[in-house]
């Protein structure tokens, strides 16, 4: 099976000892949470869709985590977790079986692996990494004290462009950031398409078209300047990270491309970090994790070593 890795990195840390203070933290919680039971994140007290770290395990030397986030809901048919399996360390998808109404059932789930400073997932493209990041939030609640961790894509910038050729980032929506340049400031300009209602309201007379067909024909909008004063140097870690910032909420490879100053235009694959892996499939059709935990380890190494 072909599956497509996506690449972040913190994007707010206060950690001071490199990736050694929050690979401790997942030690402490995993440590204190010994049962799939006590991982069972309930998304809303209103509904019974959970999230859970079903499975994980650490590299020999205990400085990668590898594991398997489940995304489980009311059982109704199949892929069934029984009561008793939540008493247990770690929970596969072979353990999974039919079951009665009292039961779980296996919706879907995706694996991930990190060092702490940066984290690699096989998350689906259209999926925002927010849903990992509120898992690991809440995982490391006891731990991480009042500091909520953030994580961005890692950017990369193309083979053969200089840094001081960027010029702005530009999303399919018709927002356009610019990247920093050698002028002593730049200018954010941000189209939003999405006002909130209760804004709206106070700005439209009763009198005027319906508010929903206006923003469906994006008759309505508003252009948010933000201007910042650009250091005269800017290091390449530090303009990935500004990159990976303003595209962390970018889904899709094709949402968004940067431009340089000779016209030249690159889509999201070519700036963000990525990797296409084949893996093997057991006879239920499931991803030889060990296989799948070997080439995000690799990728894992090859980020740290290239940015550093």
């Given amino acids: 099976m072909k599956k497509k890795l996506r690449a972040f990195q913190l994007s707010n840390t206060i950690l ?29 007290q209103q509904d019974d869709d959970e999230d859970l770290l079903a499975y994980y395990k650490w590299a020999s030397d205990n400085n990668v985590l590898f594991g398997m986030i489940m995304r489980i809901i009311p059982a109704e048919q199949g892929g069934i977790l029984s009561p ?37 997932t096989d998350l689906k493209q259209g999926i925002s990494i927010d849903r990992l990041q509120t898992y690991i939030n809440w995982l490391l609640e006891s731990t991480r004290h009042d500091f909520l961790f953030e994580y961005a894509p890692v950017m990369t910038i193309p083979q053969g ?25 730049s200018e954010i300009h941000s189209k939003l398409f999405s006002i909130t209602q209760e804004i709206l309201d106070k700005l439209i007379c009763d009198d005027m ?31 990935q990270q500004y990159m990976g910032a303003v595209a962390r909420n970018v889904t899709s490879e094709t949402g968004f491309y940067l431009k340089d100053k000779k ?24 991803p030889n994790e060990e296989q799948l935990y070997q080439c995000m380890e690799q990728f894992l190494y090859d980020i740290e070593r290239n940015n550093n």
């Avoid at 050694?20 to 010994?34: E, I, K, T």
């Avoid at 399996?85 to 929970?91: A, C, D, G, M, S």
């Avoid at 067909?213 to 530090?238: D, G, W, Y």
């Avoid at 970090?273 to 239920?284: A, F, G, L, Q, Y």
């Fill in 16 to 44: 001071t000892q490199g990736n050694s203070d929050l690979v401790r933290m997942f030690q402490d919680a995993l440590n204190s949470l010994p049962t799939a039971q006590e991982r069972r994140m309930k998304l809303n």
């Fill in 209 to 239: 078209p319906n508010l929903q067909s206006m923003q469906e024909q994006q008759l309505v909008s508003a252009q948010v300047i933000i201007k910042f004063k650009k250091p005269k140097t800017m290091a390449k870690e530090e303009y």
């Fill in 263 to 286: 016209g030249n235009t690159y889509n999201g694959q070519q700036i963000t970090k990525t990797r296409d892996v084949e893996i093997d499939e057991t006879s239920r059709k499931h």
């Fill in 84 to 120: 008793d399996l939540f008493e247990q360390n770690t929970i596969t998808i072979e353990d999974l079986d039919p079951g009665d109404e009292t039961h779980k059932q296996y919706k879907s789930s995706y694996y991930f692996a990190t060092n702490g400073k940066y984290l690699v």
């Fill in 161 to 185: 462009v200089k840094l001081g050729d960027l010029k702005y980032i530009e999303f399919n929506n018709g927002t356009k950031v610019p990247t920093p340049t050698n002028s002593e400031s």
